[in-house]
């Protein structure tokens, strides 16, 4: 049994960039898994709330079968 990769990507991802979204891609040839976490930041006023960043990632993300959003 071969060990699964899985990769941790945590941000704010506030706002999504296309940054976010090459690194993301670039994940899912170097790992099985990818991770991407959506952080708060209490101190911090977010341009888009955790719901819509959550969704622009699913959106993005969806063609992607070893990314999970959360």
Same mark, same amino acid.
């Given at each position: 049994?071969?060990?699964?990769?899985?990769?941790?990507?945590?941000?704010?991802?506030? !706002?999504?960039?296309?940054?976010?979204?090459?690194?993301? #891609?670039?994940?899912?040839?170097?790992? %099985?898994?990818?991770? +991407?976490?959506?952080?708060?930041?209490?101190?911090?006023? !977010?341009?888009?709330?955790?719901?819509?960043?959550?969704? #622009?990632?699913?959106?993005?993300?969806? %063609?992607?079968?070893? +990314?999970?959003?959360?």
């Amino acid at each position: 049994m071969t060990a699964q990769r899985t990769a941790l990507f945590p941000g704010t991802f506030d !706002p999504l960039t296309n940054g976010h979204v090459d690194v993301i #891609q670039r994940a899912t040839r170097l790992f %099985d898994r990818i991770v +991407v976490a959506i952080g708060t930041n209490t101190g911090k006023r !977010p341009a888009f709330t955790t719901e819509e960043r959550l969704s #622009q990632l699913r959106r993005v993300c969806s %063609d992607m079968p070893n +990314v999970e959003v959360g």
